[in-house]
């Protein structure tokens, strides 16, 4: 009579080998290989690093083999495995400046010293199916010119400042970590900033798009895009000077915005700041234009807009919690939904003898 | 997964350290939310990771372990969870609730009595009692600290109001000690009077929104109501179809097509013992 609808360990076991099952999918085509996720999904590495806080692409490469593709789940993975590494110390902070750069770009200015460089984008292509990739064979190498190695690329950000044109970048970092400390509002910006880093892009688009179209404008123009290598230093305790332990790859996106200037401030330009692992253009002009937003207060503008909302933009920003609260509603809620039953049973029956009272006295009368 | 590579019950050493800290001082200050450094843990946000925290923070070898869900030992989550402590903290494991040391729950407290020592923790989607009625936390905190909760107050009236009764039914707010409302968890109202002077520890945690809470034994746990408005938990005119039970929640099964409905036991082990 009554068959009990509850999971056992055998029916997890047998979902979790189907699983595996359907993720290596038909064996007649070949299987992926990590490597060829790292050099041929590469974008989608590069999210996954930052979102995932790791840089480190063979296990994020790992990752969204595991994750059939699946980012978000991915990121997930990333994270659970980041949050058990021993921490032996913080970097120094990446001098950009330094970076040999692949691609820069800047649309306030039409030359700028290092000049601009397209690099390998998409912004121009002609987004037409290219059927020549559904046949095997190799393709040419691009042809690339000899690497500058003039030493410093000078930021674009860095020139108007000089003229006080642009207000500088905050003079200190902090020892804040979202990984190791709960989020505590209101946020200093360096925190505001890891949070955005790792939110979630579809998210920070959305808000950075809204603020362009009136919820919290800000005017911004890209002062300067890059993309390309950075040295990264740490200064071991016993040694007291900074050794160069690994390069990266990052995109850094300055926004420049304007701004009329407040009672203490002089009119001048400000800035959006965006970073993230890889190449990732989309999430760092994302989060530039959030991070902007976020700094209404601190600007003495009013804030009236989601995107200029600090609690609720970093509340919501990341997108493991979020898919994982969402997707709790999967999970019964059985017990709760009886004690629901029983509440709107009762006020039903309440509300049917009310009824049933109204019409007795009305046929009475 | 090579478990050799992760330390006793997955958390770092340091990690627990930083959460048996949170775990004092909310101890300290019973129903006060404590922030903690909430870890990404190996299984999804809003699926437990608060409570998996607690319990691999307090958990040691000699620990008897008993996870439910809705109640029910063997509900997928409860399942996964209780494997995951079985894998990565080499515990035993027992579906008795009289045999545990630490029972990890998720919206139910056991039927059965809980005695000094044992340790009820709980699995917290939301801990912010107030969270629905001012989404804000720079908020909420105040108010927490003025003890201003009129706000709660008022919209059990609008409840009163509007429906004749205090219509919540899950998650009923209490206060605790005299002094802080807390969030008993999204457990039904049913079972609020057990956390009421109950004589083991009981410790809430929240891995998402990265809080810890705690009711220590034998505090008074007070759900909120009016004088003329009496706090009142469920009551079904059935009885529990297998053990015959007419003082435990029951679950409501619908059985066939036609709608024929079978209230059972939500708490499976309290169910077996009296089948026994």
């Given at each position: 009579m009554y068959v009990a609808v509850k999971g056992g360990e055998t029916a997890i076991a047998h979902s979790l080998e189907l699983l595996a099952d359907r993720r290596r999918g038909d064996r007649e085509v070949a299987e992926l290989t990590v490597q060829q996720i790292d050099q041929q999904l590469s974008l989608a590495v590069d999210r996954v690093m930052t979102e995932g806080s790791c840089y480190d692409r063979a296990l994020a490469a790992l990752a969204i083999k595991q994750a059939r593709g699946d980012l978000i789940e991915a990121i997930f993975l990333l994270r659970a495995y980041r949050t058990t590494l021993p921490r032996f110390g913080v970097s120094e902070p990446?001098?950009?400046?330094r970076m040999l750069a692949e691609r820069r770009i800047s649309s306030t200015f039409k030359d700028v010293p290092g000049g601009q460089m397209l690099g390998p984008?998409?912004?121009?292509?002609?987004?037409?199916?290219?059927?020549?990739?559904l046949a095997e064979g190799e393709r040419p190498t691009a042809p690339t010119a000899p690497s500058d190695t003039s030493p410093e690329l000078p930021r674009v950000g860095d020139i108007l400042q000089r003229e006080g044109m642009l207000e500088p970048p905050p003079a200190e970092g902090s020892g804040e970590d979202l990984t190791r400390a709960p989020l505590t509002l209101p946020a200093s910006r360096p925190v505001r900033l890891q949070n955005l880093a790792r939110g979630d892009e579809g998210f920070l688009l959305a808000l950075g798009y809204s603020t362009q179209r009136g919820y919290g404008n800000n005017h911004p123009f890209v002062g300067e895009i890059r993309f390309g290598a950075v040295p990264v230093s740490f200064q071991p305790e016993e040694l007291g000077f900074a050794i160069e332990i690994a390069e990266i790859d990052v995109t850094e996106c300055d926004m420049v915005n304007q701004f009329k200037g407040s009672h203490d401030v002089p009119p001048q330009f400000t800035r959006g700041y965006g970073l993230a692992f890889g190449h990732a253009e989309r999430k760092a002009m994302a989060m530039a234009l959030v991070d902007r937003a976020l700094r209404a207060e601190e600007l003495s503008e009013a804030a009236t807009s989601p995107a200029q909302d600090e609690e609720f933009v970093l509340s919501h920003s990341d997108n493991v919690e979020a898919s994982g609260f969402v997707q709790?509603?999967?999970?019964?809620h059985y017990v709760d939904f009886q004690s629901e039953l029983v509440v709107v049973r009762a006020l039903r029956e309440a509300v049917e003898a009310r009824r049933r009272q109204a019409g007795l006295s009305q046929a009475a009368e | 997964m090579p478990d050799g590579a992760y330390n006793y019950a997955y958390l770092d050493e340091q990690t627990k350290r930083m959460i048996r800290r949170a775990i004092l001082k909310a101890v300290a200050v019973p129903g006060y939310q404590v922030p903690f450094g909430g870890r990404e843990m190996p299984l999804p946000y809003g699926w437990g990771t608060g409570g998996i925290q607690v319990t691999a923070a307090i958990i040691g070898h000699d620990d008897t372990l008993k996870v439910i869900d809705q109640g029910a030992d063997d509900t997928t989550n409860a399942v996964s969870i209780r494997r995951f402590f079985a894998r990565v903290a080499n515990v035993a494991t027992t579906t008795r609730t009289s045999e545990a040391s630490i029972i990890q729950t998720r919206h139910r407290v056991p039927e059965t009595p809980l005695s000094e020592g044992q340790i009820l923790v709980f699995q917290v989607?939301?801990?912010?009692?107030l969270r629905m009625l001012e989404p804000r936390e720079t908020e909420t905190r105040t108010l927490h600290a003025l003890a201003e909760y009129g706000v709660m107050q008022v919209s059990l009236y609008e409840s009163v109001t509007r429906h004749g009764r205090i219509a919540k039914t899950y998650n009923y707010p209490v206060l605790v000690n005299g002094r802080y409302m807390m969030s008993p968890s999204p457990i039904p109202k049913f079972d609020n009077p057990k956390l009421d002077r109950n004589p083991a520890l009981q410790l809430y945690g929240a891995g998402r929104e990265k809080r810890i809470y705690a009711v220590p034994p034998y505090t008074s746990v007070k759900s909120l109501d009016f004088d003329d408005h009496p706090f009142e938990i469920e009551t079904w005119s059935e009885c529990c179809a297998l053990c015959g039970s007419s003082e435990s929640f029951l679950d409501e099964m619908i059985v066939d097509d036609s709608g024929k409905r079978l209230f059972v036991c939500s708490d499976t082990d309290y169910c077996e013992a009296r089948r026994k």
């Open positions: 990446l001098d950009t400046s984008s998409f912004d121009y292509t002609h987004r037409l199916l290219d059927f020549a990739l709790h509603l999967k999970l019964p | 989607p939301i801990p912010e009692p």
